[in-house]
């Protein structure tokens, strides 16, 4: 009932839509969707190249490589995304001070989200989760948590930062 009465009140004032990640703040940052967004990207390269192997593409396979384009390019600008917040939000001169690189990282992980975006070649996404998980190092360091490495347990298979926890 409630939203009904907000929806017909929209309809009468049409406020402007608002799309934000919690500018009230809400504290609540894990660099984890951007690491697990770099992966799809990687993953979606691979489908990508099993696609390209082929000598020629049914129409099915066809969609599929628009699909899987569209989803590479859209977890690219996913992990850019994710780190920006946590750099514009988290990130304050206490923490720029524990690491100094902080905005030449950032930097490097905007212009290699866009190179995977623009391209289809594997190296580009193994650097952006590099480049991911080196800002992950960096983020749970600020917050006094240790961190470990290890290999994801589903494709593409590649090392990720985690937190230690517990």
Known sequence: MIHGIFKQLDAICQ???????????CKIYDPQIAQIAALSVIRFMDLIQELADKDSLTLA??????????????HAAK???????????YFKQP???QFPNTNELVHSIMLTGSACKQNIGREHGEKLLSLVNEFAASFW?????????????YPPAMQVTYPKLG
């Open 141 to 153: 360091a600020t917050k006094g948590v240790e961190t470990f490495t290890a290999e994801c347990p």
């Open 61 to 74: 396979e066809q969609a599929q490589l628009g699909r899987l384009v569209q989803e590479k390019e859209t």
């Open 79 to 89: 992990a850019k995304e994710e780190v920006r917040v946590i750099w514009g939000d």
């Open 15 to 25: 406020f402007s839509a608002a799309d934000a990640h919690c500018d009230i703040p």
């Open 95 to 97: 923490q720029f001070d």
